[in-house]
């Protein structure tokens, strides 16, 4: 068994969220709704592959919703409920950079966003779109099931003690 298909795991052991969510219910993997929004299938496919079923022993994804343009998202976001969006930075026309700073400052309660950085360098670009985390191209599976999973537990947190 490699390091990688550890890591998941023994992150979701040590975060401090991961204790959260045993209040909910215990042994039970907690149900994700994403929205992936990129104008390239591929990119689309990629993070679909990289993050699978169960990117973390206690975070399941229940459903997708593809979008390939940036009125689509909008619109979804604005009458779906998804509890993390995952939007490709390196998009033609409009840009998911962009995009998450405008659903972050235009919809209440905007769902937490991974953005997908064209490189490491960006960071700072993920920063100023208000981003809750980016993974970098070349994509690593690792990185973007960590990060999907990561979105996921704190959502489960968020709502486990608000209920």
Known sequence: MGTGSIFPMTDSQASPTASHTDQVSPGTPYQLSVLLYSDDIATRDAIRVAVGRRPARDVEVSTWLECATAPAVIEAVETGE?????????????????????????????????????????????????????????????????????????????????A
């Not at 998450?100 to 360098?121: A, D, M, W, Y």
């Not at 191209?137 to 960590?146: E, K, M, Q, S, Y």
């Open 82 to 162: 998804f509890d993390v969006l995952v939007l490709d930075g390196e998009a033609g026309q409009t840009g998911g950079l962009g995009l998450c700073r405008q659903l972050k400052n235009e919809i209440f309660s905007c769902p937490p966003v991974l953005v997908l950085t064209g490189r490491p360098q960006d960071g700072w670009l993920a920063a100023w779109s208000q981003a809750d985390l980016a993974v970098p191209h070349p994509l690593d599976p690792i990185a973007v099931a960590g990060a999907v999973a990561e979105l996921g537990r704190r959502v489960r947190a968020s709502t486990s003690t608000s």
